[in-house]
Each structure stands twice: as C-alpha cells, then as structure tokens.
C-alpha cells in the first residue's frame, strides 16, 4: 500500500514564469497558509532545475486534499439521517483510504497545464485559471463517490466484514442500507458531472460505472476455462481497477482543453498505472510484507479468485489447473496451490509484467508535450516517481 | 391498476395540411407499411381549419401496421379514446430499443439486466405512455418550413430525444426496483420470481447499477445539462424515499406530511421530472415545464393514494378484500393515516407494529368506523383534478394530434382514481 503522508506541509517554490504565472492567491482552495509559504519560498533564492528533489508525490497534493475531502463530505449530506450517515461512512476522517486517485488526478491536472498566454488583466486569468482547477476537482470528487459507491455495493455481494480497518457498511447498518447510500452516492456523482456541462466527461465516467460493474460480474460468474486465462484476467482487472483511473485522468485532460492525443497519454497513464498496482496487490496478496511466499493474506485465493502469479504458475504447471478447478474452499488446495507458485516463476512473471506497465506509464507522461512551468515539471516528476511506487511498495 | 390494451389498433385521422407536413417516411424506425400508409392518406381530402397541422409525429408509430384511413372533417366528435392505444405502437418500439439498451458482455449480467424487459414481463408500462402523450401535447407549432426534409428532420430528431427520456425513465425505474428488492426480500415482483429470489442479491445489485450506468450514458447522449441534472435527481428521490420508509421514527410514521413526503419521493418524482424532462426538450418555457411537472406529481400522487386504497379493498368496496401487503409490513398509508386522525387510540395499536396479525384486524375495524377510506379517495380526486388543470392550463393548440393527446392525459387523471385493480 502506498505510504500516505497527511497533511504534511513541506516548503513549496514558488516562481513566477516569464509568463507571469504564479500561485494564485485568490484560489478559493488556498487557506492563508500558502499565503505565507509563497512568501517564504520566494525569499529562498531558487536555481535549481537541475537539482532534483525528493518529491513526495503525496505531499505535494496534501493541502489540495484536504479541501476536496471536506468539500466531498458536504457533498453527501443527506436529509434522511441514516442515509446520511451510511453515505458519509467512508468519507469520515481518517477513513478515507488511502486516496491514492485523488492525487493521481490533482497531479495529473497540474501536469497537463496548457500555457497560458500573458494575460491582459491578472484578474481575468486567475479567474478562468481557478475554475478550470475547481472543474478538475470535481472530477476527483466525483471519482471518489463511484468508486466508494462501488466498494458499498461490493461489500453488500462478498458479505465482508471489514473495508478500511473499519466494519463495513453492510455489516454495520445492514445489506439495505448499504446499498442505498451506495445508490445515493452514485446518484450525487451524476449531479456533480452534470454541472461539468461536457458530455464526453460524463459519458466517461458513467462508462466507468459500468465497466465496475462489468467486472465485478466478470468475477462472480466465471467459467472454468475463463478462471485461467490470462486475457480475461486482464480484462476482468482493466473493469475492476484501472477504468476509473485511466478514464478520468482522460476527463481531467478534456477539461483541460487537451488535444486527443493527450487525452489518449493521459488515460494510457492511468491505465497503466492501474494495472501495475493491481498485479502488485496480486503479489502481495501471496507475500506480504515479506518477500516469501505464503505471508501474505492469501485472502484472494482463498475466495477463490485466481490471479496473475497463480494464472503464469500454471502454464508452467499445467497440473496446477486440476488444483484450481477443485475449488479452495479446502484449505490443504491452498497449500498445494502454494507450493507449484513456489517451484514457479509465477510471482517473478507479475513483477516483471507490473514493472512493463509501469514503464509504458512512464513513457506516456515522457511523451507529454514539453512544458518548461515549473509546477507542471514537478508534477510530471511526481507522476512518474507513482510508477516507481507502485511497483516497489511492499505493502 | 390501469388497463393495457396491448396493440389494438384504432383508426386515425390524417391530413395534409396548407404546410405542407406530411408523414416522414425516411424515419429511421418506420418500415414500409407506412409507406402504404402515406400513400393512402395523400388521397385523402383535406380541409384546412385555420392553421392546423396534421403533425405526424405519430409515423413512428405505424411501424408495420396498417391503417384505416377515412375522412373526417369534424372535430366535434368525441372519439373514445384509450390513452395506452394512441401510443401503444411507439412503445413496442421503444421496447425493443430498451431491450438493446440493456445488452451486456457477461451473460449473467445480461440476463439479469433485461429480465424485467422481456416480453410480456414490461409492467403497466404507464409511465411511459404518460410521457409520450405528454410530448405530443406539448408540440411547439413549427413555422413553415423551407424545405420539408429539413422540418421532418427536426421534429424526428427531437421524438427521438423524447422517447430516449421514456427509455431512461424506464431504466431508472426497473433499477430501483431491482434494489429494492433486494431490501424487502420480496419473493415475486411482476409476476415471475424477483431476480433476487431468482438469482441471488449480488446479481440484482450488480444488475440495478449497471442499468442506472446505461441511464446516465443515455441521459449524457441528450447533451442537456438540465434534463441530467433532473433525471439524476429523480435517482435520488427514490434512494431517500425508500430510506424515509424504512427508517422512520415513530413521529415520522404517524405523520400524514411525511407520507406525502414519501410518497413524493418514491412515486411521483420520477413521473414529474421526466414530464418537466420532456417539456424542456421540447423547448417548452419554463412555466408549461412547470405545468407537466406538476401534472406529472399530481398523477403520481393520486395514483399512489388509490393505490393505498385498494390494499385495503381489492376489488370489491368492502374493506380486508385487498392484499393488506401495506399494513403487513408495516407501512402505514393514507387510509389508516386519516383513521388515526379521527381515532387517536389507534396509534397506539399502529405503534406495536402488525408482526400480530391481531393488530391488523383490530386496525381495519377502526378503518371501518372511520372515514379514513373515503378521504383518501378525496385526497387523491385532489390531486387528479390538479393534474387536470396543469393540463387545461397548458397554452392553446388546435392541432389534432394535440388536443387528442391532452385528453388523453385528462382521461388518465379519471382512470387513476376510478380503478379498481
């Protein structure tokens, strides 16, 4: 799991282009914190192109964050008490999860920043600069209530108990009610994308909604010969996982007046991305914290879901398929499945192909149109240090 | 419940009017019998009354069948109509496209999402036929046009985007409830298994999201913001709604505002939001939006308020005839609303619940004493003759099509109260 740092604050450089673009102090997003650290950060004498920080991809976006998290409570408040309270459920605090999207897209916003032309009144460009930045936001927000909306419709099918460290929903207030909020959140997320006034963006998104649904059903109604293949993993992992991220890092450029080419690097991005993350849980899934096999939480294989190490393990071990298809629900499978993986390179294969995915992430944002801003070097830098992450975190 | 007629064919008028409107024979949708159909009805004699048009927004209608076509100059016969019939071809069509509309990639998700499609399985279809009639009433009179094609085009395009806010009603409508019954465990819905019963809770979840997906790309393609905004609404009325019902206090349970409150929520929202949808597509200002909006609420109302009624009576006036599936699960209505008035001692009763079967006899009896039945009736006469003056307010139109469609949506406002199953 990716390392969320809070609300940390680390010192910002603040520039101002040949452009005269700067921070933009009557951003109705800015608290008057930023206020001072532009202050301190302009006295910092600053050359440093060449320097490369250690950016935390996290840090720079926190502040960012932490109003849309606010804003995003505000946006799911209910009038019937307990529908308000099931729906705000994972949007408390410090529930939030790790909001690992959020950041993607917020970055992804500030990377795509299309060069603004010197403008003639400061006010004017702030202003068409600030609504653009909230338009973006809301994206963010809205990705966040389908894919919470999502996780309480899961829950209600795979009776879990805990999401978050917490009880789940369901398991808390009960299937009913879990699937209200879940429906009530979905329904908020249709609002907010339609005050987007972009047809693409929602027609994005609310695809997104159906390719969630689209692969959880993948999951649940399997045939056997679907359950090993490979392809249909993949499919089933792209509807699951890396839709929601790869088509609204698409909307985030839309919004920003990209080009379709790279609206197209930026959803490659995020597809990527996502797909890189998912076959890392799939090991983790199996490791854990540790690099041996067995430490991890073996919760996949033991609902049954086959992944990636399992799906390589066995083509090397066609033996491995008559295992699977037994089932798990005896646990001396799990073990027997456990030891072909080892004897494998089943575990090695998913690395390697996570570390291909994060690589053509990589290459999409390179293939970015060059833009000197410093802001926007700096959160293509953190975008790219995310597949760096994403392949190398250990839990 | 209202009477479907299925697809019984009543003759219509036709005439050429001194624009030039005529048929549309390119529609997409029609086949070739209207063709046939055109053919025939430019034999027809015309008299022209003034500026009337024949609108033929109803060739979409004619797909296949055959019409008789014979000359009428009177407007002052008063023709029976049935409501459903006037449009009951263009549903079948939207049927069909409704059924493509739900298609999906995994099987199981397929069959669930279309199981409330299927043929025979479509409901009372009342809802969309409302929405339908309210289009026609709603026609904007259309200057004349300079070449035919360009007009023809305009006005099929926009039945087009009517007809896709009845689809988008629709879905919404089959998604909630599919959710809602995996809430209630209900056992049949519609007369066949609930798909909940039939396939387990996680397909009816699953299935209920991915239609309301389908609704939102839908609702995008019409590329207005407004009528989105509307329509998602409408999703969340319903969401809150069900919870107002399932998680009231005691206060809130007695209480006739929040019954109504509910009921708006639940019933008539998403009929007066897709009326307002229609009109605005149409064009329409904002006060006759207004007006479909509140024909659509009072509609709504009304029939939900007989429908509290006739739980209690069936088919016959006489009270405990009906299923009591209300009162069974402890959904108080109208009926025992106005009781309570008249009868404080029966909250009470109302306040232990009915799991005692005792409880609802002891409740119906003081059902009986009290006028409870007969104002909800009242109530609901109420709200029906509201629906009819939204109507009666909308501005004047001499177009035939026009004026059926308004009376139709008149004689819906006394079929709504005068059913009796």
Avoid at 215 to 242: H, L, N, V
Wanted: hydrophobic residues 45%.
């Amino acid at each position: 799991m990716l390392i969320y740092r809070g609300l940390s604050r680390i010192s910002r450089i603040s520039k101002k282009t040949s452009f005269g673009r700067r921070w933009l102090p009557s951003h109705p997003l800015l608290s008057g914190a930023s206020h001072s650290a532009a202050a301190a950060a302009a006295d910092s004498s600053v050359k440093d192109t060449d320097s490369q920080e250690q950016l935390d991809p996290f840090s720079l976006v926190a502040d960012e964050l932490s109003i849309l998290a606010k804003r995003l409570r505000s946006m799911v408040v209910a009038e019937v008490p307990k529908l308000a309270s099931a729906a705000e459920y994972f949007f408390k605090m410090g529930v939030e999860g790790k909001r690992f999207r959020p950041t993607v897209l917020l970055l992804m916003a500030t990377a795509l920043n299309v060069r603004v032309p010197e403008p003639l009144h400061d006010g004017v460009e702030d202003a068409l600069a600030t609504e653009l930045r909230t338009r973006q936001q809301c994206i963010a927000e809205i990705t966040e209530m389908i894919h919470v909306a999502s996780l309480l419709h899961d829950d209600v099918l795979d009776d879990a108990d805990t999401r978050r460290g917490i009880g789940s929903l369901n398991f808390v207030m009960g299937n009913k009610l879990a699937v209200l909020a879940g429906d009530f959140l979905l329904s908020r997320a249709c609002v907010a994308l339609a005050s987007l006034k972009n047809t693409e963006v929602v027609t994005l998104l609310a695809t997104v909604v159906e390719h969630l649904v689209t692969g959880e059903t993948m999951q649940m109604t399997t045939s056997s010969d679907q359950r090993c293949s490979m392809d249909y993993y993949m499919q089933k992992t792209y509807y699951k996982t890396a839709s929601l991220i790869s088509n609204s890092c698409k909307a985030i450029a839309l919004l920003a007046g990209q080009t379709a080419e790279v609206a197209i690097l930026a959803f490659d991005y995020g597809k990527n991305l996502g797909l890189a993350y998912q076959l890392i849980d799939d090991v983790l899934d199996f490791t854990g914290t540790s690099a041996s096999l067995g430490k991890g939480s073996l919760s996949d294989i033991r609902h049954g879901i086959i992944t990636a190490p399992i799906l390589f393990a066995m083509e090397e071990f066609p033996q491995l398929r008559t295992v699977v298809e037994q089932g798990f629900e005896d646990s001396s499978n799990v073990d027997i499945a456990l030891e072909y993986l080892g004897k494998s390179r089943g575990i090695q294969k998913t690395r390697e192909l996570a570390v291909k995915h994060a690589n053509l992430a990589a290459a999409a944002i390179d293939s970015l149109p060059e833009n000197n801003d410093e802001d926007v070097t700096k959160s293509r830098r953190a975008l790219l240090d995310l597949t760096h992450r994403v392949i190398t975190r250990n839990k």
